[in-house]
């Protein structure tokens, strides 16, 4: 069973611009999870989508944004890149049923901001 | 705002000897995951605790779940170089998303 692939691995951008990120989830999971991982603030949830819909938010301002396909693959989009948003970037999927379950994470993309 | 709270947050240590990480919250989960995340890597679930009391063995791990669900405990026998990684723990609570402690970084130095 192939894992959660996130693309691209790593990234550089410069202030102002923006970047999107994919992630494709293990067949079958409906469940999509984006988290932020800082060395000083560790794993910041940014959302979670369910089925095409954001069924939970972090609380993050409103230059993160994401999505998810039919397919379950979801984006996450950051618009006017900050330094502060360096970081990796994790998805993880589960089977998304009535709880969080056990999440699958992916490799990250590593996001630097010059 | 649910906050989980790790400690401690490095330790070195020398291959053979024990260790315990702590993680403490002054919320209720309904469980509490254990993960571990190597470089380059994504964290890997180690195992679910559901009940309070409860503890679970993996080989030379052992985690419990405090009595009132608000902290567990990861306790590991033997430390090898192979247990060296970041161990994160999370609390799950219904539908909400997982709330992921600050993690404890551990070398274990052959």
């Known amino acids: 069973k192939a894992g959660v692939t996130q693309t691209p691995r790593y990234l550089i951008k410069t202030r102002g611009q923006q970047v999107t990120l994919s992630c494709s989830p293990i067949s079958g999971h409906r469940s999509v999870s984006w988290y932020q991982q800082t060395p000083g603030q560790g794993l910041q949830f940014l959302f979670e989508?369910?089925?095409?819909?954001?069924?939970n938010k972090g609380n993050f301002p409103g230059r993160f944004s994401g999505r998810q396909f039919s397919n379950s693959r979801s984006e996450m989009n950051v618009s006017t890149l900050e330094l502060g948003d360096s970081a990796l970037y994790l998805c993880?999927?589960?089977?998304?049923?009535?709880?969080?379950?056990?999440?699958?994470f992916g490799e990250g993309s590593r996001l630097t901001v010059l | 705002t649910q906050l989980l709270e790790q400690s401690p947050q490095f330790l070195s240590i020398q291959e053979g000897e024990n260790l315990t990480v702590y993680c403490n919250s002054s919320?209720?989960?309904?469980?509490l995951q254990w993960y571990r995340q190597e470089p380059g890597e994504g964290p890997v679930l180690l195992v679910t605790v559901v009940t309070g009391g409860e503890v679970k063995k993996l080989k030379r791990l052992t985690f419990q779940f405090g009595d009132a669900r608000k902290d567990s405990s990861l306790h590991i026998t033997a430390a090898q170089p192979g247990d060296t990684g970041l161990y994160l723990c999370?609390?799950?609570?219904?539908?909400?998303?997982?709330?992921f402690g600050s993690g404890t970084r551990l070398q274990v130095q052959p």
């Open positions: 999370a609390g799950e609570e219904g539908r909400r998303a997982l709330t």
């Open positions: 919320s209720v989960f309904s469980s």
């Open positions: 989508y369910f089925s095409e819909t954001q069924r």
């Open positions: 993880a999927s589960s089977q998304g049923t009535e709880n969080t379950g056990e999440l699958f």
